[in-house]
């Protein structure tokens, strides 16, 4: 079993890497591999797509690499892999997204991703740091995952969904924040999971098993 991580110069990967690969080699998952050919990303058998940054820089990077969201698209739409996005690798899940601008999401899951705006104004924004999962639904991401269990953020936007089952988790910031979203094969994050510890290891390892 293949997983890609995708390289379109607009994610942490140092990180993701070494997360994803401890995990395969613990739990016997395959290989990992990091890579911006789109002909890789096409023979995967999973693809996992971070983010950091705006939207809409990440957006237009992912683009800029030809034929790299082509390959991504045709592989977990009509071929149905299984697909996780990571904090803006999951926002670009959405319709859209109005960091700055408005720009055009995937369309996955539909909804948009919009400014964090607590109703506490003491709460600053970004919303960084370690927050607790609530969970809103059982998904198999999530097994051996707790609400109460926590991970760790760091963003200004978040997914707000058009569907409320689309949601999987959330976070208390003086208000709802999503924390995760899923939609048959397709799932992603805002927080990051290869720096939440325990609770992202075993999220990491529950995608690597997942057979939606």
């Known amino acids: 079993m293949l997983t890609a991580l995708v390289d379109y110069d607009s994610g942490n990967l140092h990180s ?9 080699n613990e739990t016997g998952r395959g290989e990992i591999t990091v890579t911006s050919d789109p002909e890789v990303v096409a023979r995967a058998d999973r693809i ?3 983010g950091d940054g705006a939207f809409p820089s990440c957006r237009a990077a992912l683009i800029r ?10 592989s977990v739409r009509e071929r149905g892999r299984p697909f996780l996005g990571i904090c803006i690798g999951m926002q670009m899940l959405a319709s859209r997204g109005l960091e700055f601008e408005p720009t055009e999401g995937f369309g996955w899951i539909p909804g948009e991703v919009v400014r964090i705006a607590p109703a506490d104004p003491a709460l600053k924004v970004p919303h960084m740091g370690w927050n607790d999962l609530v969970i809103d639904r059982p998904h198999p991401l999530l097994e051996g995952i707790a609400t109460g269990d926590h991970a760790y953020f760091v963003h200004s936007y978040h997914f707000q969904v058009a569907d409320p089952a689309d949601r999987i988790a ?11 979203v899923g939609r048959d094969n397709v799932a992603g994050a805002q927080f990051h999971p290869e720096k939440s510890q325990a609770t992202g290891l075993r999220m990491i390892a529950n995608f690597l098993g997942w057979q939606p």
């Open 16 to 24: 993701a890497r070494k997360a994803f690969e401890r995990v395969a």
């Open 48 to 50: 996992v797509l971070p």
């Open 170 to 180: 959330h976070v208390d910031y003086a208000g709802p924040i999503t924390a995760i």
């Open 65 to 74: 690499h030809t034929g790299l969201f082509e390959a991504i698209a045709e």
